[in-house]
Structures are given as structure tokens and as C-alpha cells.
């Protein structure tokens, strides 16, 4: 028989129990974020960003933000397996008044023969014209097929400016 023609080995019982594990705790974790950081640039894949170094803009530069949410629901397709996640953004400020706000503003969905479990969500946001001073985003994930929302909230400051 040809190399090609091999069924697949078996992974050790120990391997499967490791993955029954983390179906468990992934069913159980509900919706949530692995990482949510400030990135220098847009992401180009899972695990695939630069932290930026500091959470200081200036009022026209874009801010982008990289987010690996986990524990999002699957749905049965007739090849396997798909996911979708809708994404919603706050502008704030440390009083907590609103300043810019959109419902559903980027999707994230996917289907493939296994469950996907390394999403990542690139996020850019412009705020053009905002005064030098302190700020929150907050960044909104609903699982649209398990039904779960999640949220994280990252501070930043927009500098004078020079």
C-alpha cells in the first residue's frame, strides 16, 4: 500500500482525552476573549499582530485592535461546521458619556469540515477631530448561533495636538 493510501493513525487515547477536555471547557466557557490588545497595524491571521506599546493616539490616527474570542457556538452544516459572530463598538468617555456607538459595524463567520477554534478579529477604528484626552472602546461580540454576548473594554488617551 502506497503512502498515500494509508489510513490515518489513531492519536494516543491520552491526545483524545485531551481533546474531549477542551470540547468540555469550550462548551462551558461561554463567549469570552483570549486576547483583546491595541495592535500596531491590522492583524494578518490568528496570533499573527504586534501589541502596540502604548494606548496614546493622535486624533487622526486609526486604531486598530486584535481580539481572539473563544467559547462562540457552532452550528451543523452538511459539510461540518460554521460559526458567526457580529461586533458592536461604544466610544466613551471616563464619565461613561457616549460619544459614537454602531450595532452589528463587522461580522466574523466561517465554516469548514472541523470547528474553527482560531478566530482572530482585526478591528480599525477611526475617531477624526476627538480632543486631547482620555477615553474608553468599548468592543461588544455576540455569538449569533450559541446566543452569548461578551465584551471587553480597552482605555486609550488621544495626545495634544503639537
Known amino acids: 500500500m502506497s503512502a498515500l493510501a494509508q489510513s490515518p493513525a489513531n492519536p494516543p487515547e491520552a491526545f483524545k482525552n485531551a481533546l474531549a477536555a477542551y470540547d468540555q ?12 490588545v491595541f495592535s500596531t497595524g491590522r492583524s494578518s491571521g490568528f496570533g499573527r499582530y ?26 451543523e452544516t452538511d459539510g461540518g461546521f460554521a460559526y458567526e459572530l457580529t461586533a458592536d463598538y461604544r466610544l466613551l468617555t471616563n464619565s461613561g458619556q ?6 452589528n459595524f463587522a461580522t466574523f463567520s466561517g465554516s469548514g469540515r472541523s470547528r474553527q477554534r482560531e478566530l482572530s478579529a482585526a478591528l480599525t477604528f477611526q ?7 482620555d477615553y474608553q ?4 461580540f455576540t455569538d449569533e448561533i450559541g446566543g452569548a454576548t461578551s465584551a471587553f473594554t480597552l482605555p486609550f488617551t488621544v495626545s495634544a495636538a503639537n
Open 137 to 140: 472602546l468599548e468592543t461588544s
Open 25 to 36: 471547557a469550550w462548551s462551558e466557557a461561554g463567549l469570552s476573549f483570549m486576547t483583546a
Open 127 to 133: 475617531f477624526s477631530g476627538l480632543p486631547a484626552g
Open 98 to 103: 457616549v460619544l459614537a456607538e454602531q450595532e
Open 50 to 75: 504586534t501589541p502596540r506599546g502604548d494606548a496614546v493616539f493622535t486624533d487622526e490616527e486609526a486604531i486598530n485592535i486584535y481580539a481572539e474570542p473563544v467559547g462562540y457556538g457552532f452550528r
